[in-house]
């Protein structure tokens, strides 16, 4: 998962003309709803006032560690993510029609923090997709809370537009889906799927041609669907984002899948071990279930 490609210059906002800065609602005239089903992303400028950004600012300098040894994540207090859980609710009945994004839960709250190691090259998030299966009503909502420079150390995406126009094939076989890593060599970008092993497909191009780069101070919102790739812009500054999990636990779920392995599915679990065996407890005896119910089974929630 380290950053370890050289970066080509990112494209902002302004040199792509694609309306990704924080006035891409009034350039565009676009709704959040439409947006995130056409594109798979949209900013919400200032969707924190600074007193909450300065409460997660202070909660992440003396706040705990997720216990998970692919990464270093800061936990959220769960107190204060409740605080903000109103304001995502409208969010979400905002862009629920527009988008046919269905969200029934909001999870709790995780810190990236470059200065803990952060550094992430071209993927499609792994973990969420080993437990959900799908990131069909999925969403991350990703909010810098210690932010030094705008335009630096954000997430650059693929949009899914961009993508859909350049290689329809392959992201029909990638939309909603998930574990997927990408790597530019010799004139190819390799796009890997880390659930079952093996490759999803190339591009004769290099992946980072489609990229955008939502520039975000603190407190404004980049709602990001599943299965948009992503990767850290740069580590040049220290910066904080509170991540926010929601998706809908309705969605069912099966041993076949959670059974499913490869190696880099394997160093996910050996790392994270205590969660994947809680939920390998309750595949045992399901073949398949709710998420709800599976959360319910493995934690008592
Ligand atoms: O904060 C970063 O640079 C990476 C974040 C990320 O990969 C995520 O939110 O899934
Ligand atoms: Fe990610």
Redesign the pocket.
């Given at each position: 998962m380290s950053n370890n490609q050289p970066h080509k210059a990112v494209l902002t906002s302004a040199q792509s003309g694609k309306g990704t800065d924080r006035h891409a609602d009034s350039t565009t005239d676009e709704s959040a709803a439409t947006q995130i089903k056409r594109r798979g992303f949209t900013v919400i400028p200032g969707f924190l006032d600074a007193q909450a950004v300065a409460g997660f600012a202070e909660n992440y300098r003396d706040g705990g560690t997720l216990d998970n040894r692919m990464y270093s994540l800061g936990m959220a207090d769960a107190n204060k993510v409740e605080a903000i859980k109103p304001a995502i609710r409208e969010l979400l009945d905002k862009i629920r029609e527009g988008s046919g994004i269905d969200i029934n839960f909001i999870g709790s709250g995780v810190f990236?923090a470059t200065e803990r190691g952060?550094d992430?090259s071209w993927h499609q998030?792994h973990e969420s997709f080993f437990m959900h299966q799908t990131h069909r009503n999925y969403l991350?909502l990703?909010i810098p809370v210690i932010k030094p420079v705008r335009e630096k150390t954000n997430?650059s995406i693929i949009p899914a537009d961009n993508f859909a126009k350049r290689s329809p094939v392959l992201w029909a076989k990638l939309e909603d889906g998930g574990a997927s890593g990408a790597a530019f060599r010799e004139g190819r970008t390799t796009i890997t799927d880390d659930c079952h092993g093996g490759v999803h497909g190339t591009l004769d191009y290099d992946i980072e041609e489609l990229s955008e780069t939502p520039e975000l101070a603190a407190g404004d919102a980049l709602l990001l669907r599943g299965d948009i790739f992503?990767r850290?812009q740069d580590t040049q500054t220290s910066r904080v984002?509170l991540?926010i999990r929601m998706f809908n636990d309705v969605q069912t779920v099966t041993r076949r899948h959670f059974e499913q392995s490869c190696p880099v599915k394997n160093a996910f679990m050996e790392r994270n071990s205590a969660m994947y065996e809680r939920i390998g407890r309750v595949f045992a005896d399901h073949e398949s279930l709710t998420f709800r119910q599976l959360m319910t089974y493995a934690y008592g929630v």
């Amino acid at each position: 998962m380290s950053n370890n490609q050289p970066h080509k210059a990112v494209l902002t906002s302004a040199q792509s003309g694609k309306g990704t800065d924080r006035h891409a609602d009034s350039t565009t005239d676009e709704s959040a709803a439409t947006q995130i089903k056409r594109r798979g992303f949209t900013v919400i400028p200032g969707f924190l006032d600074a007193q909450a950004v300065a409460g997660f600012a202070e909660n992440y300098r003396d706040g705990g560690t997720l216990d998970n040894r692919m990464y270093s994540l800061g936990m959220a207090d769960a107190n204060k993510v409740e605080a903000i859980k109103p304001a995502i609710r409208e969010l979400l009945d905002k862009i629920r029609e527009g988008s046919g994004i269905d969200i029934n839960f909001i999870g709790s709250g995780v810190f990236f923090a470059t200065e803990r190691g952060i550094d992430f090259s071209w993927h499609q998030d792994h973990e969420s997709f080993f437990m959900h299966q799908t990131h069909r009503n999925y969403l991350n909502l990703y909010i810098p809370v210690i932010k030094p420079v705008r335009e630096k150390t954000n997430l650059s995406i693929i949009p899914a537009d961009n993508f859909a126009k350049r290689s329809p094939v392959l992201w029909a076989k990638l939309e909603d889906g998930g574990a997927s890593g990408a790597a530019f060599r010799e004139g190819r970008t390799t796009i890997t799927d880390d659930c079952h092993g093996g490759v999803h497909g190339t591009l004769d191009y290099d992946i980072e041609e489609l990229s955008e780069t939502p520039e975000l101070a603190a407190g404004d919102a980049l709602l990001l669907r599943g299965d948009i790739f992503h990767r850290t812009q740069d580590t040049q500054t220290s910066r904080v984002a509170l991540s926010i999990r929601m998706f809908n636990d309705v969605q069912t779920v099966t041993r076949r899948h959670f059974e499913q392995s490869c190696p880099v599915k394997n160093a996910f679990m050996e790392r994270n071990s205590a969660m994947y065996e809680r939920i390998g407890r309750v595949f045992a005896d399901h073949e398949s279930l709710t998420f709800r119910q599976l959360m319910t089974y493995a934690y008592g929630v």
